[in-house]
């Protein structure tokens, strides 16, 4: 019975057609994301790039004042991976904070790797 439902779809089980089906989704590509970087000058006060980190990055204070003392030391720190769009808000709300009083930080952002 089972050869001649076979026969009957038109094929024979030694037809030596060995192809598989497989239903395939299209492979969506994540977006790529994106490192915000906070860079190191001599006249930000080492307290108001805590508070901007504290407030538009949601770190705790220690974890702000941790990345505050690498972009001192280092001269610049990574302070979030995000979106294209998110970081960009991110950059353009710490440089807008930072000009309101009348801070010369710098918020940048570059794609990650």
């Known amino acids: ?6 026969m009957m779809a038109g094929r024979s089980e030694d037809d030596g057609d060995t192809s598989i089906l497989t239903a395939t989704k299209p492979k969506t590509k994540r977006p790529p994301l ?3 970087l906070l860079l190191n000058d001599d006249f930000t006060p ?8 504290e407030r538009f990055f949601g770190l705790n204070h ?3 004042f941790e990345i505050m003392l690498t972009v001192h030391k280092k001269g610049v720190a990574v302070v979030g991976v995000f979106s ?6 991110k950059v353009a709300q710490v ?4 000009r309101r009083h009348q801070h010369p930080l ?3 952002m570059e794609k990650e790797d």
């Open 62 to 64: 220690a974890q702000a």
């Open 34 to 36: 994106y490192k915000v």
């Open 95 to 98: 440089m807008d904070f930072a």
């Open 106 to 108: 710098q918020c940048t």
């Open 84 to 89: 294209h769009e998110i970081a960009e808000t």
């Open 1 to 6: 019975m089972h050869r001649d439902a076979v």
């Open 46 to 53: 080492m307290e108001f790039v805590v508070h901007v980190l």
